[in-house]
């Protein structure tokens, strides 16, 4: 047997894997480096992870754990073993919302949310907060734009659960208890920690020295203000953690204090002559109160005005920007805050100033900050990779010192290097291209670099994204040699073999960050954009199921090089798995490209791939004979409800659920409706028209009432008449074609579908009402000269005259899907049933169910997955109602969550009754 075998004998086989395609999938993060690991676990609990510590002691094969994998430093990617984080979810706020515990696999972002209506957020606030995990955030102690110091991960610590090497597992929330049992149980670490604090304290130039170097951000090496901050070795421990990226043990989960969110905000973006002048502004904002002051040079508001705001209505400067913000629990006095912005940007000479009128404007000004690094690595040369890097300087020399970084980048040839950050802190980003051939000239500008921000500035060459592959051989130029001979007595301490992601943090190889550099090779124009952020993972139906839209990417970019190298092998292998981890279990609902900062479309590009392959001649004969089609699914769906009454839906299910998962046939729902006889609605007078879908000629009797019915119940109530086409249950807007990629098909079945509205719709004269927001936005991309209704459009229309009717206030539980958040729909819908007198939920993972047209019928593994975490908070919520807008995601959230999901208009009937 091999390690990996006896790995996987420990773990189980199913969360193992030395698949090449899965190899190559987690080995790239949000850095410039490529690591294809030996093998990729998946650990979900601590017992999993002391025995994965257990199997690397054995075997002497060190680890390295993953989560997010948003990290911009490589220390996320290894040659090893790859540990890949999952189901560490443990969440609990305090009753006063003074502190919140967490799991390390939890998003940063969903935790703020929890947090939100106690007004508090986690300190730590970096630009990838809604993707990357709280492991991350504590293990690299990351910032942000309003951080600065005091909030950090080491600064809010209050707890953690943190498990060593030797399988020791430390609850530091009841400090004095976790400090006699690691006397206990690990005496030599005990002492050894014991020693070296006393060391430190007793020298009196060290101490000195940690206490200047740490006055700044610095996340260079290990915390060693742990020595001096805290007296009991447990505590000096569970700070040793934060920033230590994995080397010293794993972090289970923290609790961490909570800082106030006001709930209101005074945001303004000024634009200045030059960065000097923006500079010179700083302490002026900083008097005023503001808690975060963003600083942008002209490249980087370049690559945001061509990559990231193609829906802005904000014109950004031209030459440098400084993004402020202040925050008030009171709304009049966050007003006051605004005109004070304004008035100092006035008095410093900005050439231009934009203050957000509204939480819209404010959170699009946002968006576009935290698109900017997203949005340089757009911009970079085709096929190099993105170097991101941070350091910090005395912002009373910020000025100088961003003209002499700017200077060294042109000097050295990185002519396309932006320059954006914390302000506030003197925390500066840059950003360039580099290819795998400027090797030599990338080696020398590193070298200056730390001789520019150490020697000249006394700055921190790492400010929040920690030490990593990037800066691991500079960290005794950082503090010297006497700390980093400290820092290396403690990795001895916690791992003396270098098992826990070696080379990260201290190395002794003085050229580990030239190596394993990646290169980004041309695969799909609709791609070229994507430097493997990640931003994009939380969103996707298939991420932990098969591959992520980053790592559909990551894998076709392994199959160029490949095909480059002439690897023949490897290719076969990589092209033949990526068929159905890449293409068929890809729901292809763009949300991907909503949630990347600069609109990558994995999804698309996915269906241009599938355009390659023939279509199954079943649908191909569909397209031609859509009526026909119609009527034989139905029939195909009452022949199945009349063997489940007759055999027990569970069975049928089952039946049809084994089929599917060797046949990829369609899995029957016992949630599926039955078809539906809709009929014929001629009114001369109609001022709506319906063309139902043909989902709900086929399956739109789900309930005691059918959607139509729900449809045709609320225009009588709201007089409003409304024809029904005469093409009904004939035709299909193709979204079942488009899904598989078959291009000709589809335009063949949305043109018919196109000339029936045209004929129903007067020529357009009349709205056309549909019952899918996935047809809507099918339809919607076609220059028709139609007016189509989505389901909200519809309501809206006739909500005016029926909110009368509307008795009680009702809870209702909204999964809104992937086509209403493109459609741009959701808070749309939400303001129509909050005037109704609805109190709307929205689960905060709610997203996209997975069913993709059939897609999820068809791989009934990936609903499954979709959903896994929304079922969950659907679970704990008991609502009136439960509401969806297209039919087969009410099919798919019925059946996994074993709530009554209905559709938008059934719902709305039942409430004006």
Known sequence: MTPEDRLAAVLGRERVSTALLDRVAYSSDASLYQLIPRAVARVQSITDVQELFAWSRRERVPVTFRAAGTSLSGQAVTDNVLAVVEGFDTFHVAPDGSSVTAGCSLRGGYVNARLRPNHCRIGPDPASIDACTIGGIVANNASGMCCGIAQNAYHTLRGMSVVLLSGLVLNTRDIATADALLAEREPALYAGLATLRDEIRADRELTELIRHRTRLKNTMGYSLAAFLDYDRPADILQHLMVGSEGTLGFIADVTLATVPEPPFAATLLAGFDSIAAACDALAPFDDVGAVAIELMDDATLRAIRRYASKDATVRLPDTAALLVECRSADPEH????????????????????????????????????????????????????????????????????????????????????????????????????????????????????????????????????????????????????????????????????????????????????????????????????????????????????????????????????????????????????????????????????????????????????????????????????????????GAALSAVRLAAHVFGERQVHTLTRWLSDRLHTPVWLPTMGVPDRIALHRSTAAQLVYLPSCMACFGGRTGDISISEALFALAQRAVVPIAVASSARRICCGQPWHSSGADHAFQRVQTKWLQAAHSASDSGRIPVVLDSSSCALSLRRTQSGLRILDPVEAVAQLAPAIARRVRGRYRVVLHPGCSLERLGQREHLVGLLEQLGCEVVIPFHAGCCGIAGDRGLRYAKLPVNALMREAVEIASIDADFYIAVNLPCQWQLAHTTGKPFVHLWQALEQMTR
């Open 334 to 633: 966050a007003s006051t805050l605004g005109a004070m912005l304004a008035r100092v940007a006035e008095r410093c000479n900005a050439r231009e100033y934009f203050l957000a009128a509204n939480d819209r404007e404010r959170t699009l000004l946002w968006h576009l900050r935290k698109g900017a690094m997203p949005s340089v690595g757009a911009a970079r040369r085709p096929g190099s990779a993105l170097i991101n890097e941070d350091v910090a300087f005395p912002r009373e020399q910020l000025a100088r010192a961003v003209a002499d970084l700017g200077a060294l980048l042109h000097t050295h040839g990185f002519a396309d290097a932006v320059i954006f950050g914390h302000a506030r802190d003197g925390n500066m980003h840059f950003a360039f291209s580099l290819d795998s051939g400027r090797l030599e000239r990338y080696e020398a500008f590193m070298d200056a670099l730390a001789t520019l921000v150490v020697e000249r500035y006394d700055g921190s060459l790492k400010a929040e994204h920690s030490t990593g592959r990037n800066m691991a051989p500079y960290v005794e130029q950082q503090w010297g040699a006497k700390a980093t001979a400290i820092m290396w007595r403690i990795k001895e301490l916690f791992d003396p073999e270098h098992l826990l992601n070696r080379d990260v943090v201290l190395t002794r190889d003085r050229k580990l960050h030239l190596r394993n550099i990646k290169t980004l090779p041309p695969v799909h124009p609709l791609v070229e954009r994507c430097i493997e952020c990640g931003f994009c993972e939380r969103v996707c139906p298939s991420a932990g199921l098969t591959l992520s839209p980053r790592q559909r990417i990551v894998v076709l970019r392994q199959i160029e090089r490949c095909r480059i190298a002439g690897d023949r092998d490897a290719l076969r292998v990589l092209e033949g798995g990526y068929r159905y981890a890449g293409e068929e279990t890809c729901a292809a609902d763009g949300l991907c490209m909503l949630a990347c900062p600069v609109g990558v479309d994995t999804g698309t590009m996915t269906l241009a791939l599938r355009a390659r392959r023939r279509l199954p001649l079943g649908k191909a004969i569909a397209a031609r004979f859509t009526r026909a089609w119609i009527a034989s699914v």
